[in-house]
């Protein structure tokens, strides 16, 4: 028979063999006129190495194998002629009368597609995408089939890893606690996982389909929403936690965190968008709660604390006068300490503001070199360890609050000084950026510095670097918190240089008057 020129030997020499295991209804010699009239024919099916052709009889007795064939399903044209192509069909599929059926089907329209799996010599199965064609002869007489194969192993393994990637982040979706919606283009919602429904007090009849807008009687028709989402699509964006106070339907009014991204729909290509919300209402009561406690409590403790201050100089006046050393010196150490208390106090209190947003801040245009100057001669009348020295100018006033920037400005010089007990120089520069815009102050210390895994989050509140609390230096960790949130409160920067044992080199920049 053969496709190959070699492989026609047995179907001549074992002829009988053969004859009998093909179908009565064609003889030997029938099949082979078919299969040597086309040499050209075979030789192109010879040359499809990746697909398996063979060709039955009427029964589904194989009669002709090409190279493919035994490439893929591993008989050699020898063994496999003559016998019964269910063979090649599973158990379960032999058992479903998937053999018959396909012929059947080729029979009746010329052809039958069918992807399933077959099973090779050696029993291993493989994916496999067929059709079957109904052989006729010129007369139309029905001859037998022909069966392409290709294995398609590798799209089914693709098909299946995608099919469970899109359950596994399907039932992620589900499972979350945070409500969550998918949207097409138009804002229809295509579905809505559980803690949507059950958050919202909704179900699916009255979310999946339905406009987004139009949900919950329009209670997430919210124009700025709106103007977000239309953007996420075309500009391949997405937004995050964007706040929104709203009055929902079955909730009351509640204060939402919204994040969406684009999303892509496997197997349609669909463009979608993922919205997620959490209902942050009680976090921000409890941090609203706890801003006002600290900013109450601290402002409470100013006064008293002011008070002992008061009477520990006036005690101390008379100490001094009596010549009671003792007494005075006691005293100056209660002042020194009520002076540390009220710095930690008005750091409490401007964390209550910043946390609030009620950091006003009180502009003017001032000279930011004078400014400097004032700070500087003032902490050098306090400062006997360290040497201030002041380099640079800046051309223009800068517009800020005079009093905040102060504040920031004393907080560098002074952490300057605490974290660099074994030197003597602190130099604070002013200069201005390369495009003129920026006035930059610069703080340098030679003192310790601050180890790199702990300079990423320093401005943080409550961040202190270890190599500083080793050494004791006390600090809470709020000045430079304080003083980012101050600069960017203006449109500034504040960032910093810092070599282990070297030193560190903190600077920030304000926007100069125009
Ligand atoms: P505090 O000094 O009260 O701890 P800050 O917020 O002013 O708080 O500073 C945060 C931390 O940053 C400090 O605890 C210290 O570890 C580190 N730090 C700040 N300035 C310097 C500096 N000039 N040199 C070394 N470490 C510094």
């Known amino acids: 028979m053969s496709f190959k020129k070699a492989n026609q030997q047995p179907a001549q020499t074992q002829q009988g063999q053969y004859s009998n295991r093909l179908s009565n209804h064609a003889s030997e010699a029938d099949h082979r006129e078919f299969r040597e009239d086309e040499p050209f024919f075979r030789q192109i099916l010879e040359s499809l190495e990746d697909y398996a052709i063979f060709t039955t009889d009427l029964e589904g007795h194989i009669s002709s194998w090409n190279t493919g064939a035994e490439n893929l399903l591993g008989y050699t044209e020898e063994e496999i002629i ?128 339905r406009q987004l807008y139009e949900l919950g009687n329009g209670q997430w028709n919210i124009p700025a929403l709106k103007a977000l989402l239309e953007h996420i699509l075309p500009n391949d964006s997405s937004f995050n936690d964007y706040e929104v106070i709203q009055e929902f339907e079955k909730l009351g009014t509640r204060t939402m965190l919204l994040n969406a991204r684009k999303l892509w729909r496997v197997g349609n290509h669909t463009e979608m968008i993922l919205l997620a919300m959490e209902d942050i209402t009680e976090r921000k009561q409890a941090d609203a709660f706890k801003n006002a406690f600290i900013g109450i409590a601290s402002h409470e403790l100013r006064g008293p604390v002011s008070s002992i201050k008061g009477y ?38 401007d964390i209550s503001r910043i946390q609030s947003g009620k950091l ?137 240089e810092s070599k282990l044992e070297e030193g560190s080199v903190f600077h920030f920049s304000l926007p100069l008057s125009a």
């Open 312 to 349: 520990a100089q006036l005690l101390g006046k008379r100490a001094q006068k009596a010549e009671d050393k003792m007494a005075a010196g006691t005293l100056d150490k209660i002042n020194r300490q009520t002076d540390k208390l009220t710095e930690i106090i008005n750091h409490l209190l």
């Open 82 to 209: 003559g016998q019964d192509a269910r063979i090649l069909f599973t158990a379960g599929d032999r058992q479903k009368k998937a053999p018959e059926k396909e012929m059947a089907g080729a029979r009746k329209t010329g052809s039958s597609l069918d992807e399933r799996y077959h099973v090779r010599k050696d029993g291993s199965a493989f994916f496999v995408s067929g059709k079957m064609f109904a052989l006729k002869d010129e007369k139309g007489k029905l001859r037998g089939f022909t069966k392409v194969m290709r294995d398609i192993t590798h799209v089914k393994v693709l098909q299946e890893t995608i099919t469970q990637a899109k359950a596994y982040a399907e039932s992620i979706v589900d499972t979350a606690r945070e409500p969550m919606l998918v949207l097409y283009k138009d804002f229809t919602v295509n579905t809505a996982n559980r803690a949507f429904y059950k958050t919202f007090k909704v179900n699916k009849k009255d979310t999946e389909g």
């Open 360 to 496: 006003q801040l009180d502009r003017v245009h001032f000279d930011l070199n004078s400014l400097t100057s004032g700070i500087i001669d003032e902490m050098q009348s306090e400062t006997t360890t360290h040497q201030l020295i002041q380099q640079g100018t800046i051309p223009k006033d800068v517009y800020a609050d005079k009093f905040r920037i102060g504040q920031v400005l004393t907080n560098l010089i002074s952490n300057a000084i605490k974290y660099s007990p074994d030197t003597s120089k602190v130099m604070i520069k002013l200069s201005q950026d390369r495009n003129k815009t920026h006035g930059i102050v610069t703080v340098q210390d030679f003192g310790i510095g601050i180890p790199p895994e702990d300079q990423a989050n320093l401005f943080q509140a409550f961040s202190r670097a270890r190599n500083g609390q080793k050494k004791k230096i006390q600090g809470i960790g709020l000045g430079l918190h304080i003083a980012a949130e101050i600069i960017k409160e203006h449109g500034g920067k504040i960032w910093f």
